[in-house]
């Protein structure tokens, strides 16, 4: 038992770290199909790249979910000064994500896994 509890240990956090790295992937891509949608959506006075920043990153904030130190996630807002059809709004989130045992592991070798999204959408 003494052998073998810290492996299982090691991969049970393993199993834990790589389930918040799928979790937090999820979010991230809800996180830029939710803030594009909102900035191409058609109404009298559109969002601006500042207001799509701010949607996205209140959104990472309520989602995202770390076990070591937290950092905020970097949001880029992409879109042209004409915000009619057919011009393109880009969002992109990135992430890096630190755990908690194997995170650890990582931060001594200073990578941690970058995690990031993209969405394009068109102005209706």
């Known amino acids: 038992m003494a052998l073998l509890l810290p492996l299982l240990i090691l991969m049970l956090d393993g199993v ?3 389930g918040l790295i799928l979790h937090n992937q999820s979010v991230l891509t809800s996180t830029v199909n939710l803030a594009a949608r909102a900035g191409i959506v058609n109404r009298s006075a559109k969002l ?4 799509i920043a701010e949607i996205a ?3 990472c904030i309520d989602g995202l979910i770390s076990l070591g130190t937290t ?3 970097t949001v880029t807002v992409v879109q042209s000064a004409d915000s009619t059809y057919p011009n393109p709004l880009r969002v992109t989130v990135s992430y890096s994500f ?4 194997v995170g650890g592991l990582l931060s001594a070798l200073q990578t941690y896994p970058k995690l990031s999204a993209t969405t394009v959408m068109y102005n209706e």
């Open 71 to 73: 950092t905020p996630a």
């Open 57 to 59: 990153s209140n959104y």
């Open 48 to 51: 601006n790249d500042t207001q």
């Open 16 to 18: 834990l770290e790589f």
């Open 98 to 101: 630190k755990g908690l045992f």
